[in-house]
């Protein structure tokens, strides 16, 4: 890939674990802590893109509360675990690639940032806790513009910020819906595909799709 001048990464399900908080929990949780975990976490996709629609924003840490409230009265958990599970949640854990290939990437000199539903505090908070701070240039989050992925005014913020061209990003997300949003608005958006999904008909095709980003550094 030619003429690259950012590489920007979603965050939850790109970077950070999403299922890691509830994984956490599963000796409590039982059984059904994965399919609990993916419930939660489809519920506050829907929450980010039923709000943009009708306008009623809320930042990203409320709809992950209100989609919490609804998934553990769906799966019967314990309400003395929501706190526990919030707390985790604050401090996903990465996936076991993201750090070494972060140091890769920095080593050669790209621009690296994160662009996220994720409010500013809740991201910080996120690179922070697993020492990851040192890779990125900047920590993008919709709440600059008030709505949610997949809206262009999100995909915007980093080409006014670094005043590139669109095809001069790379764009990964483990999202289908996100790799076609950024795809759509002109990113060269690359699908990582951690769990042999099935990609969405959006109108974009991505033309990488990677197992882990690990494997970026092989077409980068």
């Known amino acids: 890939m030619k003429n690259i001048k950012a590489i920007i990464f979603d965050a939850y399900g790109t970077l950070f674990d999403v299922n890691s908080a509830a994984e956490k929990c599963k000796e409590k949780i039982g059984d059904k802590w994965e399919d609990f975990a993916n419930y939660w976490r489809i519920t506050q996709l829907e929450y980010t893109w039923l709000r943009s629609i009708m306008n ?5 840490w409320q709809i992950t509360e209100d989609s919490l409230n609804k998934s553990m009265k769906k799966f019967e958990i314990d309400q003395n675990m929501r706190s526990e ?15 070494k290939t972060l140091e890769e990437l920095k080593s050669k000199n790209f621009k690296l940032a994160i662009l996220s539903n994720g409010t500013p505090k809740l991201l910080d ?3 922070k806790s697993n020492d990851l701070q040192e890779f990125f240039d900047d920590i993008f989050s919709i ?3 008030g709505i949610y992925k997949p809206s262009a005014k999100v995909y915007d913020i980093p080409i006014k910020k670094y005043n590139i061209f669109k095809n001069e990003v790379v764009f ?11 795809g759509n608005f002109g990113y060269k958006s690359i699908w ?14 991505p033309e990488y799709e990677l197992k882990n980003l690990k494997n970026l550094l092989d077409i980068i």
């Open 85 to 99: 599970l919030l707390d985790l949640y604050k401090i996903l854990s990465t996936y076991p690639e993201v750090k």
């Open 56 to 60: 009623r924003h809320k930042d990203f």
């Open 192 to 205: 990582v595909n951690r769990n042999n999904n099935i990609f969405d008909n959006l109108d974009y095709s």
């Open 143 to 145: 709440e600059t513009v």
């Open 172 to 182: 990964l997300s483990s999202n289908t819906w996100d790799v076609s949003g950024g």
């Open 125 to 127: 908070e996120l690179v």
